[in-house]
């Protein structure tokens, strides 16, 4: 069974600070992995899909990079303002399956 | 304008009593499905449907029904409530075509005494 596992859980930083979130799965055999950020209370914005053929996404300040083989992600999120604080869920769809599987998210304070 | 609406947001029940949570989109997606979010939990995923009359269990299915009738629609049914599943429900959907990025509903928060 997939398991998908974000480190830092939180994470507190200055504005203007360059940071990386992770984001690891247990089976490297997927098709896509998505990055959503959560707003306290609401839904979830889609952020970045990167496809298992493609090693990054970029849009913006954030840029995601995909390592199948070793069954990592990365989001980078560049020049971080308040706005930005929120958290952040990266997910995993299965080659072999329709399941979607999150990781348990990394809540992110970005201070003034 | 694209979206995935759902109906109630919020939502007091009591333990027994049936109710639906439904889920509508208008991007002619094939692929829906539901998701509860707990604290410490996370997100997990409940039912989906790859297309109409087509549904399959994801990780936590018990206590739920779903059905698949019309393509834009994906109602989740709860026959018989329970305060184990007083929850933060999301709807997604997704075209097959467009590499599976999923686009997520509001929520609905339900609580059941």
């Known amino acids: 069974k997939q398991e998908v596992t974000q480190i830092p859980a939180a994470l507190s930083v200055p504005e203007g600070e360059n940071l990386v979130l992770n984001c690891s799965f247990t089976?490297?055999?997927?098709?896509?992995l998505q990055w959503f950020r959560q707003d306290p209370g609401k839904g979830l914005t889609s952020l970045l899909l990167i496809q298992s053929s493609q090693r990054e996404q970029t849009s913006g300040r954030l840029n995601a990079s995909l390592d199948k083989s070793s069954g990592r992600s990365t989001l980078y999120i560049a020049a971080s303002q308040p706005g930005d604080s929120a958290t952040y869920l990266c997910?995993?769809?299965?080659?072999?399956?329709?399941?979607?599987?999150f990781g348990g998210g990394t809540r992110l304070m970005v201070k003034p | 304008e694209a979206q995935v609406t759902q109906n109630p947001r919020y939502l007091i029940t009591v333990t027994g009593k049936k109710l639906t949570v439904t889920c509508s989109q208008n991007?002619?997606?094939?692929?829906m499905s539901w998701y509860r979010q707990d604290p410490g939990l996370g997100l997990r995923q409940i039912y989906y449907?790859?297309?109409?009359?087509?549904?399959d269990k994801g990780d936590v299915p018990e206590g739920y029904k779903v059905s698949r009738k019309e393509k834009r629609n994906f109602p989740l049914i709860l026959e018989s409530p329970s305060p184990n599943q007083t929850s933060l429900y999301f709807c997604?959907?997704?075209?097959?075509?467009?590499?599976?990025?999923?686009?997520f509903g509001p929520g609905t928060r339900l609580l059941v005494l």
């Open positions: 991007m002619n997606h094939e692929y």
């Open positions: 997604a959907s997704s075209g097959l075509g467009e590499g599976k990025t999923q686009y």
């Open positions: 997910a995993v769809f299965l080659d072999a399956g329709n399941m979607l599987t």
């Open positions: 089976d490297s055999a997927i098709y896509n």
């Open positions: 449907s790859m297309n109409v009359e087509v549904t």
